[in-house]
T-cell receptor, first 113, second 111 residues
Framework: NAGVTQTPKFQVLKTGQSMTLQCAQD?????MSWYRQDPGMGLRLIHY???????DQGEVPNGYNVSRSTTEDFPLRLLSAAPSQTSVYFC????????????FGAGTRLSVL | TQLLEQSPQFLSIQEGENLTVYCNSS?????LQWYRQEPGEGPVLLVT?????EVKKLKRLTFQFGDARKDSSLHITAAQPGDTGLYLC???????????FGGGTRLMVKP
């Protein structure tokens, strides 16, 4: 049972570089989300999608871009990496019911130098 | 300012001790969830509480949702080293809203 798969697990970037964090789920969930986790800050929502072709901004969307062309995939793009984007990034998927139970990937640890 | 405030932020105890973690807000939530996260992994759901005053038990873990649905607590009895991890509460103000997470409580249980 793969669940939610994130790649890569680790990444080091230089300031100004761009990259895409990949996320795929095999549970046929409609909802997918990207969070960042920083010490003492819990998880903060970056962008989310309630279905293929539909995306919306979360709490901290600046500097990130997303698209949802299929139900399974929800990539997160860093347009021009900054040191403030050093964090651990988690992708999650869910059915979108109430309560909405999130299933998380193992995370991508990103360092921007 | 976070919508959900967790306390304490850090807790280090000996095996066999009891502990309580709190999740507080000034807002009403339709439901609250508790997740546990181990190093190098994503959070995993422990329990969801949906009714004011509700109490749920999961082995040595007891979860309570406040009567006014603004707060929740997690009590662990006779903690074990395997309980070590980051405990996160999360809630949605209304059905259909995206989840908001608290800042987390990092628990270490020493043998």
């Amino acid at each position: 049972n793969a669940g939610v798969t994130q790649t890569p697990k680790f990444q080091v970037l230089k300031t100004g570089q761009s990259m895409t964090l990949q996320c795929a789920q095999d549970m046929n969930h409609e909802y997918m989300s990207w969070y960042r986790q920083d010490p003492g800050m819990g998880l903060r929502l970056i962008h989310y999608s309630v279905g293929a072709g539909i995306t919306d901004q979360g709490e901290v969307p600046n500097g990130y871009n997303v698209s949802r062309s299929t139900t399974e995939d929800f990539p997160l793009r860093l347009l021009s990496a900054a040191p403030s984007q050093t964090s651990v990034y988690f992708c999650a998927s869910s059915y979108g019911g109430d309560p909405d139970i999130q299933y998380f990937g193992a995370g991508t640890r990103l360092s921007v130098l | 300012t976070q919508l959900l405030e967790q306390s304490p932020q850090f807790l280090s105890i000996q095996e066999g001790e009891n502990l309580t973690v709190y999740c507080n807000s000034s807002s009403v939530f339709s439901s609250l969830q508790w997740y546990r996260q181990e190093p190098g992994e994503g959070p995993v759901l422990l329990v969801t509480v949906v009714t004011g005053g509700e109490v749920k038990k999961l082995k040595r873990l007891t979860f309570q949702f406040g009567d006014a649905r603004k707060d929740s607590s997690l009590h662990i009895t006779a903690a074990q080293p395997g309980d070590t991890g980051l405990y996160l509460c999360a809630g949605a103000p209304n059905a259909g809203n995206m989840l908001t997470f608290g800042g987390g409580t990092r628990l270490m249980v020493k043998p």
